[in-house]
């Protein structure tokens, strides 16, 4: 499975930005899929994750201000970001589950600055 994020980019506190991932193969065949950041320095943590069935999880900093969705026509997902803070800077990176195998896309970067 092949990943394509984008989207990314320098936006102010306060507003927003949509992620894109295209996926290489059909959502349908996708276990689930995923959001996570990697601010400098630091390890990677989760964001979002979508299952195949539609149920979603999010990390607690985000919760309530982005939301995560997939695109079954599209065979894409996308990562609604809003009210963002300095804190949500970071290289945004896609995953997806086939089964026991896990697949990453390039990084796209947020900047959230004045």
């Known amino acids: 499975v092949q990943l394509q994020a984008s989207g990314g980019g320098l936006v102010q506190p306060g507003g927003s930005l949509r992620l894109s991932c295209a996926t290489s193969?059909?959502?349908?065949?996708?276990?689930?899929l995923g959001w996570y950041r990697q601010a400098p320095g630091k390890q990677r943590d989760l964001v979002a994750t979508?299952?195949?069935?539609?149920?979603?999880n999010y990390a607690a900093s985000v919760r309530g201000r982005f939301t995560i969705s997939i695109d079954n026509a599209e065979n894409t997902m996308y990562l609604q970001m809003n009210s963002l803070t300095p804190e949500d800077t970071a290289g945004y990176y896609c995953?997806?589950?086939?089964?026991?195998?896990?697949?990453w896309g390039q990084g796209t970067l947020v900047t959230v600055s004045s």
């Open positions: 979508v299952t195949s069935g539609g149920t979603t």
């Open positions: 193969k059909s959502i349908f065949s996708i276990n689930a």
């Open positions: 995953y997806a589950r086939v089964g026991v195998l896990g697949y």
